[in-house]
């Protein structure tokens, strides 16, 4: 059934009427993944709200880093560091290997690299004539 809606304000980004393809409606049913899919994703959003995560994960981009390396380019404590990296860690963002006595972190794996080379892209575009970007 169509219905015809009426703007107060005249927005042009809603629709004027009421029409719902049950098919499309369906298939994207069909397609979603479990609360819990949606819920880690919203998480790893959520941890990524966080500047420091998000430079942190840039440095790890361009070079595998202990946390001492990673203080000292940030300018914070070890444990600040260590703090963070725990949390990309739990999200699988990061990972880490033991040489010696030294812990170096890396990016988890190419989903993550495409991930925040994607999303610097987007900002890099939205944000065209900002040359700090």
């Known amino acids: 059934m169509n219905q015809v ?6 927005a042009r980004d809603v629709c004027e009427v009421v029409f719902i393809d049950h098919q ?3 298939r994207v049913r069909q397609a979603l993944p479990s609360l819990d899919v949606f819920s880690y994703l919203a998480y790893t959003f959520k941890a990524l709200g966080d500047p420091t995560r998000v430079k942190m994960l840039y440095a790890l981009s361009k ?4 946390v001492c390396d990673m ?20 999200l699988r963002l990061v990972k880490y290997r033991r040489d010696g ?12 690299t495409r991930f925040l080379r994607d999303g610097m892209d987007h900002v890099r575009e939205y944000v065209l004539n900002d040359q700090r970007l």
């Open 71 to 90: 203080a000292a380019l940030f300018g914070v404590t070890r444990s600040a560091i260590s703090h963070q990296l725990r949390t990309l860690r739990n």
């Open 101 to 112: 006595k030294v812990v170096y972190y890396s990016l988890d794996d190419d989903h993550v």
């Open 63 to 66: 070079e595998e880093l202990c």
């Open 5 to 10: 809606l009426s703007s107060k304000n005249g």
């Open 24 to 26: 499309k409606v369906e």
